[in-house]
């Protein structure tokens, strides 16, 4: 089993660019969540989602989007970033009260 | 959330066991005490998790006290891959919303392994 997968694994964007991160999961996991995590900050949830064809917002919301269209895949998308989201992106899926097993993470800079 | 408090480093050197404590005494009956590793530039990993018993896997041990205040994640051999800071955290196991996802990371432990 590879886990959970992101890609791509860095991007630098200029301001009001958009992208969009992929996240991959081959456990047949019911939730998926994206996550950013700052120096000194720990982890923030950003959406998460409990099946295919729901999202939820998390904590820190604006400025992101999700899609869940299939169960073993979760999008986080920006739609015009900001210096304010650089970060690293992690992806993590678990089942109801299992553990969350983590993707490696995304490293955007947006510049 | 409730609260869980973990010393903030500890030492060990390389196949012997380590015993990382956790203090979780405002823990409420439903709450799932979880364990995560963060190794430097690298995400969090998953060790284990358990509710009144204690559980063992590959990676680990967990012992929880019988009055669920406390636990205590058992490395039986250290090795250098070892070497992360460990958080201790209480989830929710059936709550909804954005609690269910959220996941606070306190300080941790940082444990060093010595050759």
């Known amino acids: 089993n590879a886990g959970v997968t992101q890609t791509p694994k860095f991007r630098v964007l200029k301001t009001g660019q958009s992208m969009t991160l992929l996240c991959a999961q081959d456990?047949?996991?019911?939730?998926m969540y994206w996550y950013r995590q700052d120096p000194g900050m720990g982890l923030r949830l950003i959406h998460y989602?409990?099946?295919?064809?729901?999202?939820a917002k998390g904590e820190v919301p604006d400025g992101y989007n999700v899609s869940r269209l299939k169960k073993q895949n979760f999008l986080l998308g920006l739609e015009s970033a900001a210096p304010s989201q650089t970060s690293v992106y992690f992806c993590?899926?678990?089942?109801?009260?299992?553990?969350?097993?983590f993707g490696p993470g995304t490293r955007l800079t947006v510049t | 959330d409730a609260k869980t408090t973990q010393p903030n480093s500890m030492e060990s050197n390389e196949e012997e066991p380590v015993h990382l404590p956790c203090n979780h005494s405002?823990?409420?009956?439903?709450?799932?005490i979880h364990w995560y590793r963060q190794l430097p530039s690298q995400g969090p990993e998953y060790v284990i998790h358990?509710?009144?018993s204690n559980v063992n896997n590959r990676m680990a041990s967990l012992a929880i006290a019988e009055d669920r205040k406390s636990s205590t994640l058992i490395l039986h051999r250290a090795t250098l891959r070892d070497a992360a800071v460990y958080y201790c955290?209480?989830?929710?196991?059936?709550?909804?919303?954005?609690?269910?996802?959220?996941?606070?990371f306190g300080q941790g432990t940082i444990l060093t392994v010595h050759p």
């Open positions: 955290i209480l989830r929710g196991g059936l709550s909804g919303g954005t609690s269910y996802g959220k996941l606070t």
């Open positions: 993590a899926s678990s089942s109801l009260a299992g553990g969350k097993y």
């Open positions: 989602s409990v099946g295919e064809g729901t999202t």
């Open positions: 405002t823990i409420s009956g439903t709450d799932y």
């Open positions: 456990m047949n996991h019911e939730y």
């Open positions: 358990g509710l009144t």
